[in-house]
């Protein structure tokens, strides 16, 4: 490795650590430097470079946060957030600049505002703990979670959203599928991007799951240079279901996080993709091609009604409400 290429990489490694769970570390093939895993956890220079027109907080998470460490964007969900830590560092982590900083972590007490108000507020229903990676609690931490909200009687359903069924498999024991289970019907959605992540450690852990009754889905990120590929992407969406029982649920376009420009590609791309696999694959097995609109306005399908117009880059989304969005692309166009 050159110099030039040695010190900006510390810089991103500095700015955003590195982390990578053994089980995650032992698929990565180190030598090929288009490795689909290597590309998702290891430090690029590229990072360092920041478009005006990116976001510190890309889908406005902290503009619908009524209490610290609550989101609540829909009537009948909030998204919790009871730890800042991740089993991994995801380098195309959307929330990157917020996370893993120790001072903020809230600790399961630290939740006593966020707990009040959903208990305020009975059009809750739902309740999504995520993070940070809510798996890296230990089981009597969320096995205390998970009795707080039991507690609360208009809720009817507990989310995890979780990287480690992918990144560190081993974790989903038989204790932690006890401490989370109980009253309320559980919903699990994971994060694979390449169907090479589907080895047999993290296909097990999602069977495990599955087995204990807990309803497991996928959300991806569409990433240039991982998984741009129709064939990828078909490949990754069947053998999650056919293969590990896990329902794709969407897949994510690249958001307007700082530094992210080498992952993005355009929504085009992601169109052609999307259109490429629905005509080969059963639709059970195809997930939604979403777009977080900046500014918290929530999730649109870019395939789907909400595309008012475009030109070029330049596109007009509307939100649940009716209420229109400008919204410019920041795709590279001289890819290196
Ligand atoms: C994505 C998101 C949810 C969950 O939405 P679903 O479409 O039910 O997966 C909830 N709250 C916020 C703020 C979100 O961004
Ligand atoms: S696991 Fe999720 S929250 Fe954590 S770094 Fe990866 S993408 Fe970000």
């Known amino acids: 490795m050159s110099a030039e290429r040695t010190a900006p990489l510390s810089a991103s490694d500095r ?25 998702q956890v290891l430090p690029d220079p ?14 406005g998470d902290i503009a619908f946060r009524p209490v610290p460490n609550l989101t609540h964007r829909h009537p009948d969900r909030v998204l919790l957030f009871p730890t800042d830590r991740c089993a991994v560092h995801c380098r195309h982590c959307f929330r990157r600049n917020e996370l893993h900083d120790a001072d903020d972590a809230p600790g399961v007490t630290g939740l006593d505002q966020a707990f009040a108000y959903i208990k305020e507020h009975t059009e809750i229903r739902e309740v999504i703990l995520t993070g940070g990676d809510p798996l890296t609690l230990s089981d009597q931490e969320l096995q205390l979670l998970r009795a707080r909200i039991e507690n609360i009687p208009h809720i009817r359903l507990i989310r995890f959203h979780s990287r480690v069924p992918v990144v560190s498999p081993a974790r989903i024991t038989r204790t932690f599928i006890e401490a989370v289970t109980g009253r309320l019907p559980v919903t699990l959605v994971t994060h694979f991007n390449h169907p090479r992540e589907l080895a047999s450690g993290s296909v097990s852990a999602c069977m495990r799951l599955k087995d204990s009754g807990i309803t497991v889905m996928n959300q991806g990120v569409l990433l240039r240079g991982v998984n741009d590929d129709a ?42 993709i999307m259109k490429a696999i629905r005509t080969r694959l059963s639709s059970i097995c195809v997930p939604l091609y979403v777009l977080d609109l900046p500014g918290g306005y929530g999730k649109i399908n870019l395939e789907g009604d909400r595309v008012v117009s475009r030109n070029g880059y330049n596109w007009v989304f509307k939100d649940d409400f009716g209420n229109l969005h400008h919204y410019t692309e920041v795709v590279d166009e001289n890819p290196a």
């Open 46 to 59: 590229r990072e360092l470079v920041v478009d005006p027109r990116e976001r510190l907080d890309p889908i």
């Open 15 to 39: 700015a955003y650590p590195t982390l990578i769970p053994p089980a995650y570390a032992q698929q990565i093939v180190w030598n090929d430097p288009n490795d689909p895993i290597l590309r």
């Open 231 to 272: 064939l990828v992407l078909e490949q990754l969406f069947a053998e999650l279901f056919y293969h590990a029982g896990v329902v794709p649920y969407y897949l994510h376009h690249c958001d307007l996080t700082l530094g992210l420009r080498h992952f993005r590609t355009s929504i085009d791309t992601g169109l052609r």
